[in-house]
């Protein structure tokens, strides 16, 4: 296998993380960065899932034009780049999502709505995969639903306490602190950790060539 560069324009310390004991060091230089380009709202009148697809859509041109810039300038270019979104259904509206909160008010919010309910978390991935000047494109959005348990005062308080919220779509951290109050009915851990498993098995592969 030859050594090639994986960048993830993601500024997601928990994908970065994740990915990062998945790739082999000593045939990967991993990279990682968001994008320049603003993060999109939620497209209103939508189910989550095409929401997903949306951001993500819009995310894949951002990446596109932001390395024919840097191309330009003759900077090195990474052979697969890696996008993703992540959106939180709303257990009570499936158009309406739940994004990462703004504050801790808003985190308050989003974890009173899932506290004690099932919802389903939707991961966008794309993978980028150069070949000379252009790139091809591989994507998927899948999901998986996860279960809150009914949380205590204490509970809610810790949780706002520990910040595990921040930059978290829906305000929690399966991974972190929301860990301990809650189980994966069906699908993924990795999908709600951010990523679309078949777009991560997909670069896995195509790494050990």
């Known amino acids: 296998m030859s050594r090639c560069k994986v960048h993830l324009?993601?500024?997601?310390s928990r994908r970065y993380e994740w990915l990062k004991v998945r790739l082999d060091a000593d045939f990967v230089d991993f990279s990682a960065a968001g994008l320049l380009s603003a993060e999109q709202l939620p497209p209103s009148g939508?189910?989550?899932?095409s929401?997903?697809?949306?951001?993500?859509?819009?995310?894949?041109?951002?990446?596109?034009i932001e390395m024919a810039i840097q191309q330009i300038g003759e900077i090195e270019i990474p052979d697969f780049i890696?996008?993703?979104?992540?959106?939180?259904?709303?257990?009570?509206?499936?158009?309406?999502?739940?994004?990462?909160?703004?504050?801790?008010?808003?985190?308050?919010?989003?974890?009173?709505?899932?506290?004690?309910r099932r919802h389903n978390v939707?991961?966008?991935?794309?993978?980028?995969?150069r070949k000379g000047d252009s790139w091809e494109e591989k994507s998927s959005v899948e999901h998986a639903t996860v279960e809150i348990n009914q949380l205590t005062d204490n509970q809610?308080?810790?949780?706002?306490?520990s910040k595990s919220w921040l930059g978290k779509a829906g305000a929690y951290d399966l991974a972190g602190e929301m860990g301990n109050h809650a189980n994966l009915i069906s699908g993924s851990e990795v999908c709600v950790l951010g990523f679309a498993p078949s777009i991560i098995e997909e670069l896995l592969q195509l790494l050990s060539q």
């Open 156 to 161: 809610f308080g810790e949780l706002l306490e």
């Open 82 to 116: 890696l996008l993703a979104d992540t959106l939180v259904e709303d257990p009570d509206d499936l158009q309406q999502s739940l994004g990462q909160p703004i504050d801790r008010t808003s985190a308050a919010g989003m974890l009173l709505r899932l506290s004690g």
């Open 122 to 129: 939707w991961s966008g991935t794309t993978l980028l995969i």
């Open 46 to 49: 939508l189910d989550v899932r």
């Open 51 to 64: 929401q997903v697809q949306k951001i993500l859509a819009s995310k894949v041109e951002a990446a596109k």
């Open 9 to 12: 324009a993601s500024a997601s």
